[in-house]
């Protein structure tokens, strides 16, 4: 038996961050959903995946659809420095994502863009896209 999560009509029917498949029982708008595999946020991940592929393409010049969760850091030439480098980059586009506290999770446990969202959620509420002057 699978557990259902409600999620908003027409999104993907996997977790974006565990590729968990969710069984989509349609409900109104209301709080957002966790994966019943990983417990992450769908909506949230979704969006900060979102976010996450479209700045990296930007600051790497690679294509956007071509990043997924599973994605290593190191296959888009990104070493440890490299994510340190990243994440102050996005703090400073995300300063929502930005809590008091900085560097909370050492970078070589960051080796996936999963890993950089679920580093991202660990670290504070914001919107995906809330960076500045938008």
Do not use: Y
């Not at 300063?95 to 070589?108: E, G, I």
């Amino acid at each position: 038996m699978r557990t259902p999560s409600r999620t908003p009509e027409g999104l993907p029917s996997r977790c974006p961050l565990c590729g968990a498949v969710i069984r989509l029982e349609f409900s109104e708008m209301g709080a957002d959903a966790p994966c019943p595999k990983c417990g992450h946020l769908l909506w949230r991940s979704s969006e900060l995946l979102g976010a996450v592929r479209e700045f990296l393409a930007g600051q790497l010049g690679v294509r956007a659809e071509l990043i997924t969760a599973d994605t290593r850091l190191d296959d888009l030439g990104l070493d440890s420095l490299g994510v340190v480098e990243f994440i102050m980059a996005f703090e400073e586009e995300f300063p929502a994502m930005n809590p008091k506290d900085s560097l909370v999770c050492l970078p070589r446990e960051i080796t996936t863009v999963g890993h950089l969202i679920r580093f991202v959620e660990q670290r504070g509420p914001g919107e995906a896209g809330g960076g500045r002057g938008r």
